[in-house]
């Protein structure tokens, strides 16, 4: 490791950097409580300040539409209109820290303890902002250019769910123009086991209201005879799987793309621990489609979960009645190329075939966002691999993420492939007490960022 580009500069630098990353996890920028607007603010303003000192321009602090929190932005464009440009995506703003009782140290007093540093935010996000930051302004200082455009968008609503970011995408679209997105968001399997996810899922939900009568009946006068909302919603419920675990919705899997045999290798190889799964879930056994491996099912397959279903009487004692209404609420999880429209309409044709005529329904859907992927052999990939092993001395796995996020409207608003360089681990807490950042995994991520910088000077711009 001695050797890249970055390494006697990481060296030199190390105290100052660990410096002014204390200082910023000392800002408590929860972006969920209104009374920490005000730091959301001066944690942007502390992130402006950090791409200015590292040679980026134009940077600005960029107001969210509506009453949202700021982003901050910056550039440095001076590679030229040949080369490619990449835009780093990250957050400033953090997760709330209660139970706060139960924090080994103050969450915003950052506290070294190991290799650990435990703060609220350092490694979701603003730790691996920083590793990014520390890469573009190591390679500036060791080579005094960088062979791409490199610009930066930091967000402060990502905690929220990002209200705010595809109006900003939109607004900025310019500005933000990028033939690639890096991400550094993201955990890897373990320190010793480096890995880049390839994609996030999509997510689109259904809220089912039932009606099978004007109102609740007495079950003693009418019950036998009149039609049960409770009884209709289970069915439906229990009717959303088959026997396999497979989801009924016609012509859900149809456009599911199956992984390709190097993808399939690499995922047989992440560890999985079935038991210890089991145990942080708190759950007996697993369940779920037949044929699949748990990783398989979290990253790279569909689901349908009930995520809630409600009828009838739920008080103390018990009231003898045949309930009129019932409340279903579905969210189901895509994988590319299911298309959240397509899906919604399979859902209700599926719907409206089970349910008998004698039910009114009224069905409103969310559309969240559309599933994501960036293929292991695309070409910036390739180069992001590269990096990964050149710091940590192996191949990196490639990993799916079951989650949803921001990422699919960095993608598809920007239109540029997105690739992730994260390097959190497992046990690092995230939106959790005693939040931590691994400094062996910040140090190599540094090195990785910047060989990734250099390596990418290779990618066609658009
Ligand atoms: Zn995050």
Redesign the pocket.
Known sequence: MDDLTLSSYLERSKERILGSLVDWLRIPSISAHPEHAGDVETSAEFCAGLLRASGLKNVDVLAAPGSGAPAVYGEWLDAGHAAPTVLVY??HDV?PVDPLEEWSSPPFEPALKGDGLLARGAS??KG?VMMQIEATRGVLTERGQLPVNVKFLIEGE??VGSPHLEELLERERERLRTDLVVVS??TMVAADIPSTELSMRGLVTFDVMLRTAKSDLHSGLWGGTVPNAALIAARLAASLHDDDGRVTLPGFYERVRELTDEEARSLAAVPFDETEFCRQAGVVQLVGEAGRSPYERIGTRPTAEVVGLHSGYGGPGMKTIVPATANLKVALRLVPDQSPDEIESSFRTWLSDQLPKYVEANVGSHRGVAPLLTPADHPAVRILSEAIELAWDKKPLFTRGGGS?PEEALNRVLGAPVIFLGV?LPEDN?HAPNEKLDLNQFSKGILAAGELLLGLASLKPS
């Open positions: 990250g957050h997760q979701d996000d691996q990502e905690e968001d993201t996020g959190g995230y």
